[in-house]
């Protein structure tokens, strides 16, 4: 069980340097083609945000499993008391972002397959371009979980 839980680490962190690599590649191939052969690529901005995308929702998802989100250390020179009440508070309004993320993206998602609306010059429905946000949330929420059951 443990392998298959460090393969969803080693898959988000592969699939986030994948997206930025796709979009560095295609920012500077863009570029290049622009200024010396005057070319511009129809598709190219279409690819660039969906990669943009999935690696900025992603990395959201790494950046809570490192626990490398903002924070205010100001409570930390509170009583004990007190920082567990913060604690508290900070775990509900996390779960309830969560919980709004997860539950929007998922309605997001099933409307837009309904509409069938596409991504301007690409044949792909916008549906599997949010689909980012379930699935990055659901990461999300696991870390979450995973960090308060091991204290």
């Known amino acids: 069980m443990k392998n298959k839980l460090h393969f969803l680490s080693y898959t988000l962190e592969f699939l986030t340097c994948s997206f930025l690599l796709i979009a560095v590649l295609i920012t500077a191939i863009q570029v290049m083609c622009r200024f010396l052969f005057d070319l511009s690529f129809s598709w190219s901005q279409e690819v660039l945000m969906i990669s943009f995308v999935w690696f900025v929702l992603f990395g959201a998802a790494l950046a809570v499993k490192h626990k490398e989100h903002l924070k205010i250390d100001l409570v930390e020179n509170f009583p004990s008391s007190i920082r567990k009440l913060f604690k508290m508070i ?55 979980v995973k960090d308060l059951m091991r204290k």
């Open 90 to 144: 900070e775990l509900i309004v996390i779960f309830a972002f969560l919980f709004v993320f997860i539950y929007y993206g998922i309605l997001l998602i099933r409307d837009n397959f309904q509409s069938g609306q596409t991504v301007g010059f690409l044949p792909l429905q916008v549906a599997y371009v949010y689909m980012a946000i379930p699935i990055s949330g659901l990461c999300m929420l696991y870390y979450t």
